[in-house]
């Protein structure tokens, strides 16, 4: 067997970085959530990267959200950032407008936005609670009810890409995994999972095509307790097989080519981006 130990990454050092990305998203008008952190930060990039003039949204914070968009713009493309609470109808019909504004036409949503705040039930407060669930899942439904209107109106008149349009949201393995201390967490990413579903299949029949990307440990800030420390990075270790906690760009990438056409027939799918989290590890030498 061979030394798992060898594919560790350690606290400080991020893993080696990913293979450029193809031009696979060539003319198309991308719009993502929470993009000017953590993994909506990657992902708003990759698309950069692959072809895409995007949108970088963002609630505070517009000197980040402009750091994001100037090298976006260093991949060719343009790129315009949006202010505006997800969980706010009137700010998110306000975005959607700007955007087409702004660029004509919208092909790809990424719903990212989301938060944590994690307390054990008994002090786990309403507004904890409501929080939570408003940005994670309410966001992402006046998010994809604004997309999906606007891959409708514009019909056939796009020539970019096979879909009419092509929405991403941004789940987690706790759509899966239960966890103790975060029921508003997993709950919200519980009922992305069914959104997904139920919006994929009622829109299938447009071309709309509706995924979602469930990351595991990712280093971003939203975790930063889990990995920051070399005895917190080891713990979390044992949750995962490959050995590595996840770079933001691993799921920026896998983004960019979910909403490529290499994946026109992938409707529907949660595609697991976790090293193996979801294997539940475990059971490797037990049960
Ligand atoms: C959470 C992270 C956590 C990861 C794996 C993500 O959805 O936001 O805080 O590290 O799941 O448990």
Redesign the pocket.
């Known amino acids: 067997m061979t030394d798992p130990a060898a594919n560790r990454t350690n606290p400080k050092e991020a893993a080696p970085a990913l293979p450029p990305l193809p031009r696979l998203l060539a003319g198309q008008k991308a719009l993502v959530t929470g993009a000017n952190s953590g993994i909506g930060k990657a992902v708003a990039l990759a698309l950069a990267e692959a072809g895409a003039d995007v949108g970088v949204n963002y609630v505070v914070n517009p000197e980040q959200a402009e750091e994001v968009a100037t090298a976006a713009r260093a991949f060719g493309g343009a790129a315009r950032i949006y202010q505006a609470d997800v969980s706010n109808e009137a700010q998110v019909a306000a975005m959607f407008e700007s955007f087409v504004i702004d660029f004509g036409a919208l092909d790809i949503l990424v719903a990212n936005a989301g938060l944590?705040r994690d307390a054990s039930i008994a002090r786990m407060t309403l507004d904890d609670w409501n929080k939570v669930l408003s940005v994670n899942l309410t966001g992402q439904f006046l998010c994809a009810r604004a997309a999906i209107a606007q891959f409708r109106k514009q019909g056939d008149s796009r020539r970019v890409s096979r879909a009419r349009g092509k929405i991403i949201d941004m789940s987690?393995?706790?759509q899966m995994?239960p966890?103790a201390g975060h029921v508003n967490?997993a709950a919200s990413?519980g009922g992305v999972m069914m959104m997904m579903q139920s919006l994929a299949q009622e829109c299938a029949p447009d071309r709309i095509r509706i995924n979602s990307i469930a990351?595991?440990?990712?280093r971003t800030p939203?975790?930063h307790d889990?990995w920051a420390t070399q005895e917190a990075y080891d713990k979390l270790m044992a949750?995962i097989p490959y050995g590595r906690i996840g770079e933001p760009e691993d799921i920026g990438k896998v983004a960019a080519w979910l909403a490529s056409d290499y994946c026109d027939y992938i409707v529907g799918a949660t595609l697991f981006v976790d090293g193996g989290?979801t294997l539940y590890p475990g059971f490797a030498d037990n049960g």
């Open positions: 944590q987690s393995v706790h995994i966890w967490y990413k990351p595991g440990a990712i939203i975790n889990a949750l989290m």
